[in-house]
T-cell receptor, first 112, second 113 residues
């Protein structure tokens, strides 16, 4: 399949290590944030979301942290696996309008 | 459950030609979205439908892009005439309602020469 992006920031991580992907968002009015995973040749896939009244949310092997003071979002992946290799995007949504705005992506490469 | 279907998967055209993309959303999903994803960037919303009505087309270049969802199910996105900068992946997504999770199709990769 085609590459999602050739000039994205890249995070190389050893299999089994933890990964941290960061995202800065721009709109202080946003109240809902989502992390998506996009594999080559596929559309974005929902990973985890968080509302602005929370600062942390955990899923299966993933944790999202939200720092509203500095408008920063991070995704932590525990025990990174080869199947986690993909491009990861954060997205924000305002309460009104429900329009989803995507940020720039980060490519994660898992080394065996 | 079948996902969002899109066709064709790939299309190569010359500038000034026309092209159309098709999307079949998940059954029962009232909200349908078309996004443009330029290489190296996140998807950008072009148009959002609620059933067969347009909710948001503020970022759709209306001089050359058009979209319709006549019966509130399938949708087509057309570009006429295409420009070099239209080269991108065109993603279709659907959701039960605007406040529900969006599910994305595999996209159509358009190359304009």
């Amino acid at each position: 399949g085609e590459s999602v992006g050739l000039h994205l920031p890249t995070l190389s991580v050893q299999e089994g290590d933890n990964s941290i992907i960061n995202c800065a968002y721009s709109n202080s009015a946003s109240d809902y944030f989502i992390w998506y995973k996009q594999e080559s040749g596929k559309g974005p896939q929902f990973i985890i979301d968080i509302r602005s009244n929370m600062d942390k949310r955990q899923g299966q092997r993933v944790t999202v942290l939200l720092n509203k003071t500095v408008k920063h979002l991070s995704l932590q992946i525990a025990a990174t696996q080869p199947g986690d290799s993909a491009v990861y995007f954060c997205a924000e949504k305002k309460a009104a309008g429900n329009k989803l705005t995507f940020g720039g992506g980060t490519r994660v490469l898992v080394k065996p | 459950e079948a996902g969002v279907a899109q066709s064709p998967r790939y299309k190569i055209i010359e500038k000034r030609q026309s092209v159309a993309f098709w999307c079949n959303p998940i059954s029962g999903h009232a909200t349908l979205y078309w996004y443009q994803q330029i290489l190296g960037q996140g998807p950008k919303l072009l148009i959002q439908f609620q059933n067969n009505g347009v909710v948001d087309d503020s970022q759709l270049p209306k001089d050359r892009f058009s979209a319709e969802r006549l019966k509130g199910v399938d949708s087509t996105l057309k570009i006429q005439p295409a420009k070099l900068e239209d080269s991108a992946v065109y993603l279709c997504a659907s959701s039960l309602s605007p406040s529900n999770e969006q599910f994305f199709g595999p996209g159509t990769r358009l190359t304009v020469l």
